[in-house]
């Protein structure tokens, strides 16, 4: 079993920044995929990004150049620096982990980001 505690989120103004962090306990696991999704009000949760344990990464096109995941891999933890937020960030932002290679995946319990304008 895994488990994943978000922090960072919060109220900001846009052009503002914000920095989550999602630790990652439980099972250990070597080989993982470590993402952020999010979800606004009456719209399906979307993938912001993700990244491999060899440090691969994907974002979605709306957050390209603005958001950056990282990780620590010894610590298990997963990171999205968020800047130039816009008001159209605002969402529930859920931190995920993909086992690799059963693909079993966990959910962290979401961290609510809104951006005023």
């Known amino acids: 079993q895994v488990q994943l505690v978000e922090s960072g989120g919060g109220l900001v103004q846009a052009g503002g920044s914000l920095r989550l962090s999602c630790a990652a306990s439980?099972?250990?696991?070597?080989?993982?995929?470590m993402g952020w999704y999010r979800q606004a009000p009456g719209k399906q949760r979307e993938l912001v990004a993700i990244i491999s344990s060899g440090g691969n990464s994907n974002y979605a096109d709306s957050v390209k150049g603005r958001f950056t995941i990282s990780r620590d891999v010894a610590k298990n933890t997963v990171y999205l620096q968020m800047n130039s937020l816009k008001p159209e960030d605002t969402a529930v932002y859920y931190c995920e982990v993909t086992v690799i290679p059963s693909y079993t995946v966990y959910w962290g319990q979401g961290t609510q980001v809104t951006v005023s304008s």
């Open positions: 439980g099972s250990t696991f070597s080989n993982n995929v």
